[in-house]
């Protein structure tokens, strides 16, 4: 069993959707969690940083954590095309090392 | 704003050739880490450094190797390369220092074909 755990999708929404990415996972050292978007063939992009458990707003994105479920979730509101993108959530115990899930590959229809 | 910055972005190497990988972190990021991440899958650690120090090891063949130099860039060394080393190597920094967090920023990887 994997460390982090995340649906591989894919994920289609109309454009406008709320759309709702998680991860579980099972190490209760991971203190660190992130969100990043990748493009194909590109670099992952962070888009959203948590330290331990709560929720964190930046524009259309939301970012929850809870701790005591190791539960993650990213939340897109009024979805775009160009949200169109693989979601790989990321966590860590510190300064080390970042554990991925799989990867949600969202598709966002105009 | 500054990113990672990786070089090349492609190569293409033969089996048994050895290649090299470059990565030049954010300015003032301490940490770099190395991750491999093939077709269709999630990025897997190989090697990280702090302060020019490795910092941890993860799954990274013995064929490879990689150090951070003063300048805190780091290069990745492979040998012996094999077609099952073909996939995307991504580069990312980080600050120890600054803000006691670990937002790990990438760069945009180097895709690595073997045959």
């Known amino acids: 069993q994997k460390e982090v755990e995340q649906d591989p999708g894919p994920l289609s929404v109309p454009e406008g959707a709320i759309v709702s990415l998680n991860c579980t996972y099972s190490n209760s050292a991971f203190q660190y969690f992130m969100w990043y978007r ?71 229809s105009p | 704003a500054a990113g990672v910055i990786q070089s090349p972005r492609h190569l293409i190497k033969e089996k048994r050739e050895t290649a090299t990988l470059k990565c030049y972190p954010i300015p003032r990021h301490d940490t770099v880490y190395w991750y491999q991440q093939g077709p269709g899958q999630d990025p897997q650690f190989l090697i990280s450094f702090y302060e020019k120090m490795q910092s941890d090891k993860g799954s990274i063949p013995d064929r490879f190797s990689a150090q951070q130099f003063s300048d805190y860039h780091s290069e990745l060394n492979m040998s012996s390369l094999e077609l099952g080393d073909s996939a995307l190597y991504f580069c990312a920094s980080s600050s120890a220092r600054q803000n006691s967090n670990t937002e790990a920023f990438f760069g945009q990887g180097t895709r690595l074909t073997v045959v």
Not at chain 1, 43 to 54: F, I, N
């Open chain 1, 38 to 108: 990748q493009y194909s063939r590109k670099g992952p992009e962070l888009l959203m940083y948590t330290y331990s458990s709560g929720n964190k707003e930046d524009g259309r994105f939301t970012a929850q954590v809870d701790k005591s479920s190791k539960y993650i979730s990213l939340f897109i509101r009024d979805s775009q095309p160009s949200d169109s993108a693989t979601y790989l959530c990321a966590m860590s115990e510190g300064f080390q090392k970042l554990v991925f899930g799989t990867g949600t590959r969202l598709l966002v």
